[in-house]
């Protein structure tokens, strides 16, 4: 039943290592997105994908790689994982990548980075 | 420079006590305006959208003034479920879906 839903939801990993968050939703939707928040709880957009493919990616370094494999999926990589990547990361869906539509959120991945 | 402000809180009120929040938005091109709900440890959930004319939802009142930038939320009568942090959220035109978020402001309702 769960409309939009992350995996895994919390992941603990070591300084340097490559590791990936999955992201599903079973809303029919076509743009979906990824936030990060941070320890100060800044709730930013990191990238957006309609119908698989890119339209937002704000300033996020380049170890950061999102794949959209179809509409249902947006999963984040991220490579040579650093301290300050530690934070929540969350996965959203909307039907239309319009300002007016209503975003759907993911529970969130909590990323601690060691 | 894409900015909302909140006033981060604690707000601590009785139950059945009306509270009021308020944002600003520093870009004029704003578009579409909202507030969000994100309880402790989870993730943030449309409350409602914000509109020119003001809007309201039950216990909840939105209001917007275009003008001065500014977005408000009143919640009358506080239960003890309204306990969460209220994000103040604003979209420029042609963004796509780009959600600029404020920190948010707390609100802890008490018996």
């Known amino acids: 039943d769960t409309a939009v839903s992350q995996t895994p939801k919390y992941l603990v990993t070591q300084m340097g290592n490559d590791k990936s968050i999955k992201c599903e939703q079973n809303?029919?939707?076509?743009?979906m997105y990824w936030y990060k928040q941070d320890s100060k709880k800044f709730l930013k957009i990191m990238f957006s994908?309609?119908?698989?493919?890119?339209?937002i990616n704000e300033t996020v370094p380049n170890r950061f790689s999102p794949k959209s494999p179809d509409k249902a999926h947006l999963n984040l990589h991220i490579n040579s994982l650093e301290l300050g990547d530690s934070a929540v990361y969350f996965c959203a869906s909307s039907q239309g990548p319009g300002d007016q539509e209503t975003q759907y959120f993911g529970p969130g991945t909590r990323l601690l980075v060691l | 420079r894409k900015e909302v402000e909140q006033d981060p809180g604690p707000f601590n009120v009785p139950e059945g006590a009306t509270v009021a929040f308020n944002c600003t938005y520093s870009n004029s091109a704003s578009q579409s305006f909202f507030w969000y709900r994100q309880d402790c440890r989870k993730e943030p959930k449309l409350l409602m959208s914000v509109y020119s004319s003001g809007n309201e939802d039950g216990r909840f009142t939105a209001q917007l003034n275009r003008a001065s930038q500014y977005i408000s939320l009143l919640i009358r009568d506080s239960k003890l479920s309204d306990s969460a942090t209220y994000l103040c959220v604003v979209t420029y035109g042609g963004s796509q879906g780009n959600l600029i978020f404020g920190k948010g402001t707390k609100l802890s309702v008490k018996p």
């Open positions: 994908y309609n119908n698989k493919e890119l339209i």
């Open positions: 809303l029919g939707h076509d743009t």
